[in-house]
């Protein structure tokens, strides 16, 4: 199996780093597009096809991933719809905010045909085979999804959902990254401010986050019984995690998150 990924910005060229790291592709059935080749030159050295033929990308693989801007998708994917084999084919978009009913007006054929399409939101953490990806199937049958979540879920974990539900997960899992980096950083000043050095404070949290992941996974607790495990009668830690309640953390967060779907 082949897979092309066309745009090799920061998601697509992340995604190109985890199917790399993965176990489903080979380098040599790997192969990446981008108009400019300067951000192509990082996979010179891995065995990794690239061009700058965006035809030639799409008409080689079994998989088509079209990996930019929202803005310009259009122009891409009608670039690219001459080349396509509509039946043996299968086309996964990852922008966010496009719709699919969109995407099939650019792609559908004049006798109606359409390729197997999937919106699909990974977010950069692929790169490193540890994303939270979204996957809403279009005109796919079970088979066809069952390869597309495959490949995803060796990059991490993935989820099909709902058309509807995308914007929502984009914002809980890709925006999520960012918020995620905000606490590690706002955590490390913290450190610093106690009287660590700045790269060891970094560490500390980092290793912090990824035990309290680790945890929660390994036994698929609710995160407050874990949280009750540590908060001792008068402790420091519900002291702690008191004085974050006042200051609206709880509340910051999910007013964040429903933000990202406004």
């Not at 084999?85 to 792609?107: F, H, N, P, T």
């Not at 085979?129 to 796919?140: E, K, L, N």
Request: glycine content about 10%; aromatic content about 6%; charged content about 20%.
């Amino acid at each position: 199996m082949k897979i092309s990924v066309i745009g090799a910005g920061a998601m697509g060229g992340a995604m190109v780093w985890g199917f790399l790291k993965g176990d489903v592709f080979a380098a040599s059935d790997i192969t990446v597009s981008n108009p400019s080749r300067g951000a192509l030159d990082k996979f010179s050295d891995t065995g990794v096809n690239v061009t700058t033929d965006n035809k030639h990308a799409a008409a080689s693989a079994d998989i088509v991933c079209v990996v930019v801007k929202p803005w310009i998708s259009e122009t891409v994917l009608k670039e690219i719809k001459p080349v396509l084999d509509y039946s043996r084919q299968m086309l996964v978009v990852v922008a966010a905010g496009l719709r699919s009913e969109q995407i099939k007006e650019w792609m559908i054929k004049e006798n109606g045909e359409m390729l197997p399409l999937f919106l699909v939101i990974p977010n950069t953490a692929v790169a490193e085979r540890s994303s939270m990806t979204f996957i809403v199937p279009v005109g796919a049958n079970d088979k066809q999804t069952d390869v597309i979540k495959s490949v995803f879920d060796d990059t991490g974990c993935s989820l099909v959902i709902e058309e509807r539900l995308l914007s929502a997960g984009t914002t809980l899992a890709s925006c999520g990254i960012a918020y995620a980096m905000r606490y590690v950083r706002a955590a490390s000043e913290g450190g610093v401010e106690l009287g660590f050095r700045a790269d060891d404070a970094k560490r500390i949290v980092l290793q912090t986050v990824k035990g309290a992941v680790d945890l929660l996974i390994a036994n698929g607790n609710h995160p407050e019984t874990e949280i009750d495990k540590v908060t001792t009668p008068g402790g420091l830690t519900i002291r702690g995690l008191n004085e974050m309640e006042h200051a609206g953390f709880t509340s910051a967060v999910i007013r964040g998150l429903k933000a990202g779907v406004k």
